[in-house]
C-alpha cells in the first residue's frame, strides 16, 4: 500500500514536500511516480525515478520547479514543489510501477492522493 502526505493550502511562490509511505511491497524493486489531477481534467504524469534514484524525469510542465526523491531505507518516495502556481493545484497520487514508465495505465500501486491547494 502507498499512502501519500503532505499536501495543504498554500500560497503561490510558496515550497511543500508531499510523501508517500510504502508498505506491503519490496520498494526497492519498484519504479516510483507521481501524478496529478485538476478539478474537471484527467489524471497527468508528473515524474518517476528509478529504483535506486539514480535517474529522474519530469513532464515538461514540472521541470525546473518539481523534485523527486527517494529513500529506500524509509520506504518512502517525496516530491518537493517549489514556486507554486494556481496551475498546480490538484489531488497528487503517488504510485508505483516494476517497470520505468511515464505510462500511467503501467502503474499498478497507488497511494490515495494528497491535496495541494495554491491561492494565488
Known amino acids: 500500500q502507498l499512502q501519500a502526505s503532505g499536501g495543504g493550502l498554500v500560497q503561490a511562490g510558496d515550497s511543500l514536500r508531499v510523501s508517500c509511505a510504502a508498505s506491503?511491497?519490496?520498494?526497492?524493486?519498484?519504479?516510483m511516480g507521481w501524478s496529478r489531477q485538476a478539478p474537471g481534467k484527467e489524471r497527468e504524469f508528473v515524474a518517476r525515478?528509478?529504483?535506486?534514484?539514480?535517474?529522474?524525469y519530469y513532464a515538461d510542465s514540472v521541470k525546473g520547479r518539481f523534485t523527486i526523491s527517494r529513500d529506500n531505507a524509509k520506504n518512502t518516495v517525496y516530491l518537493q514543489i517549489n514556486s507554486l502556481k494556481p496551475e498546480d493545484t490538484a489531488v497528487y497520487y503517488c504510485?508505483?510501477?516494476?517497470?520505468?514508465?511515464?505510462?500511467?495505465?503501467?502503474?499498478?500501486?497507488w497511494g490515495q492522493g494528497t491535496q495541494v491547494t495554491v491561492s494565488s
Open positions: 525515478i528509478t529504483w535506486g534514484a539514480r535517474n529522474t
Open positions: 506491503g511491497l519490496t520498494f526497492s524493486s519498484y519504479a
Open positions: 504510485a508505483a510501477a516494476p517497470i520505468l514508465t511515464s505510462d500511467l495505465s503501467q502503474y499498478n500501486y
